[in-house]
């Protein structure tokens, strides 16, 4: 093995170690005393003898975090349906139907991205009021699609241009309509897109407090991010509790990677043959 490639590796796994260390640290806060934590010099790699899993069985007893997860669930999952249909759609008119006045559309779409969150909250707060849409979870799952939208669109539109126009063509040619086409043809070249927008999605719905700070009001809507603001008090947190929680928090998004790594890595040649 050569000496450019020895580096490479060990960059790599520098740079792993790196990104992956304060999970590592959630875990040890997890399972370890507060006292060890508060200690002038906390060990970086615990005595097997102090490690305890109570932290994570006084979460549940503490809070309702099954709640609190199964709602931002049901947020996340309603997000990623949404922003996928929407995005794949308007990807596909941005690439394929564009005009003048389709571009001017797209870059209006992509500017509200660009406006803050924060900027956001109160507009669609008093709209949801209108409507009667505040303190449910329709309204968490409309303002992230709102938010995720503009640029998983774009993004889509990325993966539909580096699919050739000619597919498409051939297909009508042998008597396809556009839908069907659009259907049979081009939307399994872009599942690698379709992949990259749901985790894109996923990530950001389950992850939003701005929204569900604002527009759920009680406990019976509380999310995951919310929820995990009350192990700290005024003058004190639960360390422990607070990062098994964490911990929990984060394996969904490990799931959804998981289940949607295969889309990601699919090959862009898939479905290009009758």
């Known amino acids: 093995m050569s000496r450019s490639t020895v580096l490479r590796y ?39 003898g102090s490690i305890s899993f109570e932290s994570f069985r006084r979460v549940f007893e503490l809070r309702p975090v099954g709640r609190w997860m199964t709602n931002s669930a049901i947020v996340t999952a309603g997000t990623v349906v949404c922003a996928v249909v929407l995005a794949t759609m308007a990807g596909y008119s941005l690439s394929r139907l564009a005009s003048k006045i389709g571009l001017v559309v797209g870059y209006s779409l992509f500017a509200v991205r660009l406006i803050p969150t924060t900027l ?32 998983a669109a774009w993004l889509m539109k990325s993966f539909f241009d580096s699919i050739p126009v000619e597919l498409e063509e051939a297909a009508m040619v042998d008597g396809c309509s556009r839908l069907r086409s659009f259907l049979t043809i081009v939307l399994p070249l872009a599942r690698p897109g379709i992949g990259a927008v749901a985790i894109f999605s996923g990530i950001l719905a389950w992850g939003d407090f701005t929204f569900a700070r604002t527009l759920i009001q009680g406990d019976a809507g509380t999310t995951v991010t919310v929820g995990l603001v009350s192990f700290v008090g005024e003058y004190t947190a639960d360390w422990g509790a607070l990062m098994a929680a964490g911990l929990l928090s984060i394996a969904p998004m490990v799931i959804l990677f ?11 040649t898939s479905g290009s043959v009758k």
């Open 120 to 151: 956001l909250v109160i507009p669609l707060f008093m709209m949801f009021s209108q409507v009667e849409l505040n303190n449910t979870l329709r309204s968490l799952i409309i303002a992230n699609t709102v938010v995720i939208v503009p640029f």
């Open 10 to 48: 060990g960059l790599i796994v520098a740079i792993i170690v790196v990104l992956l260390f304060p999970v590592y640290w959630m875990a040890l806060t997890a399972v370890l005393p507060t006292r060890e934590l508060l200690s002038p010099s906390p060990p970086l790699i615990p005595d097997l």
């Open 258 to 268: 998981i289940l949607l790594e295969p889309l990601l890595i699919s090959g862009l």
